[in-house]
């Protein structure tokens, strides 16, 4: 039976894990195997690269079967196809999106070549309305990925000069991205216009994922920039969302970001909420705000509670925890990956085993297949050439080494390479029981499922460093220098000391305003002055949830409180 880790122990797992991935493989993996696939990954990726710079750039997306190209940024979540723009001619996401990929293959040169071109021609002034959950993983995680990239001295990506221009084009993104949050809720629109902001009459409606994943870029962009408003914006809605939870911490999939009403009760963990789960994890992970880890825990938990059925995992009603719908989705196949993170590793195996025998049944995975009919969805029969499944493959080879999640990548690169592979490209299956094909190769293809596959018969790249992947599959690098710490005007009403250094004969606690409770007697070191007011608080690193947590100061004798981003201190005014 599963038991929850300690935070601390998840986070000392994540920081080990890709150090220890790196140990010499088992002597029943055959490495050159792993090296021959290594390379068909590589020719995949080339093939749709190369075609798409050939027949679509600086055009958004490539149309792999007639050779041309869709200006798709707009189009993106827009299943209604609504206010599409007169004049847009693209964005280059292809590109912004490949970017970590060529990284990642070792291409330094077509990674310059990208950088130069984006730097010079790429703009946000244009009159387009844009999905924000999606322009926010695809292109301000693409620019922030690569930034982030490119500055790393030991991937020596840039022979010439950088000036930050990457940073420059997401802090211009990420500030127009801020009207959407200017709602009554904090949750924002779902849609933004680049250049006018949010339009008249714009829908409220959005969904959990859609408002619940944007921490890590905006998260990130703030760090990078020194403009808190991109975190801060993102915390807050990631904040009222919890807020808006039900008693058995489960949450609806779609709401209305003025009036702050659920509108769709029945939730899981695939279409519309999926992500929302991967982001506080990866956010904790990435930012080490304990706070993350907390709702973490209580939505996994109610999650294994309530939409956890054997293998598979069902959807439920938000208020009564009752089954709503039994169906297994291609977007749920990144469960198992978000689930070796979390230390949950045997769980994480026996669902992906049923997610791989869907593909082999299939050739690949229907976008959703009905668990209680034991059929395809009959207007859901496509694959988009989706990478949640080898997202899964990798981190679970990486946390078992187990040869078997090699075979699966390699099936999985045979059927690709079967089924999707044209001339052209790599295109899109409309429909998984005629292999039928559709005239589009997704961005995400490039971003994620040869990266994936890639990594998982080659993890050089993450024997450097520790990082975290965003949703779309950019790596953003896990530094200390990221992760929380304590207000500078916290410590001196918190880590006390006498101003001269020494602990004076005679002097009392409140006299010399110091904290005895850790200011060595410098007559005797090993002992500790206690003042009679002092009561520390519940916790050593000073975090809290509720003023309950909070003690008693040294100094003042005031009742300290718990701030609204969990710390204790003196932080309400005498």
């Known amino acids: 039976m599963f038991r929850p880790l300690h935070p601390k122990h998840v986070y000392i797992c994540f920081l080990i894990s890709f150090a220890f991935f790196v140990y010499p493989s088992s002597q029943h993996v055959d490495n050159v195997k792993k090296n021959q696939m290594r390379e068909k990954v590589r020719e995949m990726f080339y093939h749709a690269y190369d075609n798409y710079m050939t027949y679509a750039f600086p055009h958004d997306e490539l149309k792999p079967l007639t050779k041309s190209f869709t200006d798709s940024l707009s189009e993106l979540g827009n299943l209604k196809l609504e206010h599409l723009p007169a004049d847009y001619n693209g964005s280059a996401v292809t590109l912004v999106e490949s970017l970590s990929s060529l990284a990642i293959l070792g291409n330094k040169t077509e990674f310059e070549k990208g950088v130069l071109w984006l730097s010079e021609n790429l703009t946000f002034d244009v009159d387009v309305r844009v999905n924000l959950f999606e322009c926010n993983i695809r292109v301000l995680g693409g620019l922030i990925s690569a930034h982030l990239l490119a500055i790393d001295p ?289 961005s995400f293809f490039l971003a994620e499922t040869c990266k994936y596959l890639y990594l998982l018969f080659d993890d050089s790249f993450v024997a450097k460093r520790n990082y975290i992947f965003t949703t779309e599959g950019h790596p953003i690098q896990v530094m200390s220098s990221w992760h929380d710490k304590l207000p500078e005007s916290y410590f001196s009403g918190n880590w006390t000391f006498s101003k001269s250094g020494e602990w004076e004969s005679g002097a009392s606690a409140l006299s010399m305003k110091v904290c005895p409770s850790i200011a060595p007697n410098s007559r005797l070191p090993e002992q500790h002055r206690e003042s009679v007011c002092h009561v520390p608080d519940q916790k050593i690193d000073h975090r809290c949830w509720s003023n309950r947590e909070c003690g008693v100061d040294a100094t003042t004798c005031r009742q300290r409180s718990c701030s609204e981003v969990g710390y204790c201190g003196l932080w309400n005014p005498l």
Not at 222 to 236: K, Q
Not at 360 to 389: A, C, N, S, W
């Open 154 to 442: 030991t991937n020596r990506l840039i022979q010439g000069s950088y000036n930050n221009q990457l940073l420059r084009l997401a802090e211009d993104l990420g500030k127009r991205f801020l009207p959407a949050f200017e709602t009554p809720t904090g949750v924002p629109y779902a849609w933004i216009n680049l250049k006018k902001g949010v339009i008249e009459n714009e829908t409220t409606e959005t969904s959990t994922s859609g408002c619940g994943s944007l921490i890590l870029e905006m998260g990130a962009l703030s760090r990078l920039t020194g403009d808190p408003r991109f975190e801060s914006v993102a915390l807050r809605a990631l904040r009222q969302l919890w807020r808006m939870r039900s008693s058995l911490d489960l949450l609806g999939t779609t709401l209305d970001v003025v009036t702050g009403e659920w509108l769709e009760y029945s939730s899981g963990i695939g279409a519309g909420v999926d992500s929302f789960y991967e982001y506080l994890m990866k956010a904790y992970i990435l930012f080490g705000k304990e706070d993350y880890w907390r709702m973490f825990r209580s939505a996994y938990l109610a999650s294994q509670k309530y939409f956890r059925y054997g293998p598979w995992y069902h959807e439920a009603n938000m208020w009564s925890g009752k089954p709503t719908y039994w169906q297994l989705t291609s977007l749920q196949a990144f469960w198992p990956g978000l689930q070796v993170l979390v230390g949950d590793v045997a769980a994480a195996n026996i669902s992906h085993r049923e997610f791989f025998y869907a593909w082999e049944k299939f050739g690949v995975i229907p976008e959703r297949y009905l668990l209680d009919h034991q059929v395809i969805h009959p207007t859901e029969r496509y694959y988009p050439l989706r990478p949640e499944l080898a997202e899964s493959t990798f981190y679970l080879y990486q946390a078992t080494k187990d040869p078997w999640y090699l075979d699966v990548g390699e099936a999985m690169v045979k059927s690709l390479n079967r089924y999707t592979k044209v001339p052209g490209g790599f295109a899109s299956v409309r429909d998984v029981t005629t292999m039928q094909l559709e005239d589009h190769q997704h």
